[in-house]
């Protein structure tokens, strides 16, 4: 079944990029839509944005302009960028499989933590 | 953005127990409604798709309810390891939000 292993740096300087890849395995990555979203210590789930393998993509008006989604198909991978990052971006990082016929989330990959310090 | 609630914030219940989860989005969503459960230290698992479908794997003792902006998520009888948290999201419109999650302890 498929899988989803996010990797990237733990901590990441303040003003700095925050990047992070996610290896799909399993499965195909065409036809789908590939998603991150993110959780800050104790808290909820903030859906951050999406890249459907055509390379078109979404993104939560409320970081738009800082986050940037790719995707290398051949090496069936997807990334974040999330660029000006401050304290407030700390949080566990997933990314996810949306299905397209429900824009339901399944499943997830184990979540990275990144944390943002100086 | 579509906001979501979610009551209660919390419940203590039994082994056995009915549990009803309630969530409330702040316009229609139609029926593009998911429920997740999360364990500590874990991912989400999708356990609800569209309102009432249950995710391949989900035991049958958990059922989704509702439409348009009032939903519920219901346990049947609890099970240990059900002790977790639970969260909505609407997939209606972009960006998906997610509720605050309730969750849910052992009495």
């Known amino acids: 079944q498929v899988q989803l292993q996010e990797s990237g740096p733990g901590l990441v300087k303040p003003s700095e990029t925050l990047s992070l890849t996610c290896t799909v395995s399993?499965?195909?990555?065409?036809?789908?839509?590939w998603t991150w979203i993110r959780q800050p210590a104790g808290k909820g789930l903030e859906w951050i944005g999406r890249?459907?393998?055509?390379?078109?993509?979404d993104s939560n008006p409320s970081l738009k302009s800082r986050v940037t989604i790719s995707v290398d198909t051949s090496k069936k991978m997807f990334s974040l960028r999330l660029s000006s990052v401050t304290a407030a971006d700390t949080a566990v990082y997933y990314c996810?499989?949306?299905?397209?016929?429900?824009?339901?989330?399944?499943?997830w990959g184990q979540g990275t933590l990144v944390t943002i310090s100086s | 953005d579509i906001q979501m609630t979610q009551s209660p914030s919390s419940l203590s219940a039994s082994v056995g127990d009915r549990v009803t989860i309630t969530c409330r989005a702040s316009?229609?969503?139609?029926?593009?409604l998911n429920w997740y459960q999360q364990k500590p230290g874990r991912s989400p698992k999708l356990l609800i798709f569209?309102?009432?479908n249950v995710h391949n794997g989900v035991p049958s003792r958990f059922s989704g309810s509702g439409s348009g902006t009032d939903f519920t998520l219901t346990i049947s009888s609890l099970q240990p390891e059900d002790f977790a948290t639970y969260y909505c999201?609407?997939?209606?419109?972009?960006?998906?939000?997610f509720g605050p999650g309730t969750k849910v302890d052992i009495k």
């Open positions: 996810a499989r949306q299905r397209t016929s429900t824009s339901s989330l399944d499943p």
């Open positions: 399993g499965d195909s990555i065409n036809e789908y839509y």
């Open positions: 890249i459907f393998t055509t390379g078109s993509t």
């Open positions: 316009q229609s969503v139609s029926s593009f």
């Open positions: 569209a309102t009432s």
């Open positions: 999201q609407q997939t209606y419109t972009t960006p998906p939000t």
